[in-house]
């Protein structure tokens, strides 16, 4: 079996989002630009982005469910961080 880089691998996995709940609830107005560089950079799935101007937009479809928002933000800019209903985020195919 040929090598996989890890961006091939995360791009077989399976997404079942559920679309009228957001597991994570993101304070988009927190007003720390270092606290939101933070989650910019260290989401692995690049989720948290900052728009020229400064403005945080955030969406949880396509999370991997790995906490490290949770864990990073200490409860400011990620106010609350859940798993996903049963049967709904990601399915992992590989790893
Ligand atoms: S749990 Fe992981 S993948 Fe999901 S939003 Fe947080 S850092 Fe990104």
């Known amino acids: ?6 961006d091939n691998k995360l791009g077989v996995n399976r997404f079942l989002p559920d ?3 957001s597991h994570i609830d ?10 939101i560089k933070r989650l910019v950079l260290a989401c692995p799935a690049h989720l948290y982005v ?4 400064g403005k945080l937009t955030f969406s949880h479809e396509g999370c991997l469910e790995c ?18 209903e049963g049967g709904m985020g990601v399915e992992y195919r590989i790893g």
């Open 26 to 35: 993101v304070d988009k107005g927190y007003g720390d630009l270092k606290e």
């Open 1 to 6: 079996m040929a090598s996989m880089t890890v």
């Open 19 to 21: 679309e009228k709940h």
């Open 67 to 84: 906490g490290t928002c949770r864990v990073l933000s200490g409860g400011k800019v990620v106010r609350s961080w859940e798993y996903p």
């Open 50 to 53: 900052l728009e020229p101007g």
